[in-house]
């Protein structure tokens, strides 16, 4: 239990994880390698990408989407039996505070709980950093990967680093557009989708907003998890192009992938991360829970979400919210 792990051990183990995480960014593989060379239109220097969007007007306009004060919870429960891609796991202790024979301190007889929290970042609900992808070993703004990754956490975008996002959210409901409550795996959402789903509901996307995709598939996630992990409906290359040139802040779905899954060529791997990560500087936001969004016909609403300020860290379980 608990008292087994000392603190050499721990530091260990963190260390290890930390740089399992990052290695995991190494399996990108590129769309191509020229278009990881184009720099940032943000500056050669810059680290945040498209967040660099936001601004105190559209926190305003954004705040102006509250009418009823519903807070909508946009992230799953994270815990050991949450699916997760490749060997991904989740594992938690839990011990007294006090071990000796004084378990109870003080004249209140006060006591407490400790826990130890052993885990991959990219697991449940999550943001991926611009750490976390790369092309021809170059991650976002032409930055190569020895002056990003250390074996003890990535010295250049790491998820501390990653301001809080507030702005406009808009729920693109494909599942509704395409007449199903579950978008079959493998379905790719481009250009054409997404501005069918546009056109039906009514609404635009502008700079600055974050966008979700409501595909229906975490309705899977405890009745068919392995269902869930095989094939997923996801973004396509022209789709994540065209939400990038509009300009958006992060764009996120209901599935463990963004990307869709198996993919639109076969050779190539995850070509929606590296188009979003590393040459947009678009943060990608996965396992949301959309369904109560759906359900509401929530199509826009004041998107709120604060990154752990894990340093050292490529991706991150967060806790988005949606509010209207």
Sequence with gaps: MIGQYNSSRIERLAVIFVLCAALGSLGSIPVSAQESLLPSPYGPDDTLG??????????????????????????????????????????????????????????????????LLISWLGIGTQIDGFAHAGVDSHHYNNVPIEDVLRPDGVIRYSI????????????????????????????????????SAMARQGIEIRRGDVVLLHTGSLQLIDSDPARFMESVAGLGVD??????????????????????????????????????????????????????????????????????????????????????
């Design 160 to 195: 501390h680093e990653v301001p809080p996002i507030v702005t406009r959210g808009v729920l693109l409901d494909i599942a509704a557009d395409l007449g199903t409550d579950l978008v079959p795996g493998g379905t790719a959402i481009n250009r054409q989708e997404l501005e």
């Design 239 to 324: 789709g994540a192009e065209y939400l990038a040139g509009l300009g958006v802040v992060a764009v996120g779905i209901d599935t463990w992938a963004l990307d869709v899954i198996p993919g639109e060529n076969a050779d190539e791997r995850l070509p929606v991360h590296s188009a979003l990560l590393v040459r947009h500087g678009v943060h990608i936001l996965e396992n949301i829970r959309t369904g109560e969004l759906a359900r509401d016909g929530a199509h826009e609403f004041l998107f709120v979400l604060a990154a752990p300020r894990f340093v050292g860290a490529v991706q991150s379980p967060v806790h988005p919210v949606a509010i209207r």
């Design 50 to 115: 498209a967040v660099n969007n936001l601004s105190a007007e559209i926190v305003l306009e954004a705040a102006g989407l509250v009418r009823d004060g519903k807070v909508y919870s946009l992230a799953i429960p994270t815990g050991p039996g949450t699916p997760a891609f490749g060997t991904r796991n989740y594992q938690i202790q839990v011990s007294r505070i006090y071990t000796d024979e004084g378990v109870v301190r003080g004249s209140n007889r006060a006591n407490g709980n400790d826990d």
